[in-house]
């Protein structure tokens, strides 16, 4: 299991650095980033280079992750070219993380285009899906 941070536009903002092994244990692991929220030290930096990648050829690769207690407890969803771009990100991540609806259960990560669940509001939310939170 693992989650993942959705705004309102069902974009994600950030997710859980690391798979949980069992539904508790990923609830376990929002509800501390969420009431441990004003602890988090934010770190952005250059992502490493993979071969064939943008940070590889020389283009900026910007990603952020967040730290609680010397470890990381979530992380961007993609790299970024820009380093205002990816700090960016990281606010929205954090202007979100402590007003967001968890959903209850586990939601599926494959997604069709369109489809809007019933019920489904424009706040963010933090959803648990079978392989992490939606």
Same mark, same amino acid.
């Given at each position: 299991?693992?989650?993942?941070?959705?705004?309102?536009?069902?974009?994600?903002?950030?997710?859980?650095?690391?798979?949980?092994?069992?539904?508790?244990?990923?609830?376990?692991?929002?509800?501390?980033?969420?009431?441990?929220?004003?602890? +988090?030290?934010?770190?952005?930096?250059?992502?490493?280079?993979?071969? /064939?990648?943008?940070?590889?050829?020389?283009?900026?690769?910007?990603?952020?992750? +967040?730290?609680?207690?010397?470890?990381?407890?979530?992380?961007?969803?993609?790299?970024?070219?820009?380093?205002?771009?990816?700090?960016?990100?990281?606010?929205?991540?954090?202007?979100?993380?402590?007003?967001?609806?968890?959903?209850? /259960?586990?939601?599926?990560?494959?997604?069709?285009?369109?489809?809007?669940?019933?019920?489904?509001?424009?706040?963010?939310?933090?959803?648990?899906?079978? /392989? /992490? +939170?939606?």
């Amino acid at each position: 299991m693992t989650w993942r941070l959705v705004g309102a536009n069902n974009h994600e903002l950030g997710r859980s650095p690391r798979v949980h092994s069992s539904l508790t244990a990923c609830c376990a692991s929002v509800e501390r980033l969420r009431a441990e929220a004003e602890r +988090l030290t934010a770190l952005v930096a250059m992502a490493p280079g993979t071969p /064939g990648t943008a940070a590889a050829n020389g283009i900026g690769a910007w990603t952020w992750q +967040l730290m609680l207690d010397d470890t990381c407890v979530a992380v961007a969803v993609r790299t970024f070219r820009r380093q205002r771009e990816c700090r960016h990100s990281l606010q929205l991540f954090l202007a979100a993380v402590t007003d967001a609806q968890v959903a209850s /259960g586990v939601s599926y990560t494959r997604r069709l285009r369109g489809l809007r669940l019933p019920g489904a509001g424009d706040a963010p939310g933090l959803a648990v899906r079978g /392989g /992490g +939170l939606l």
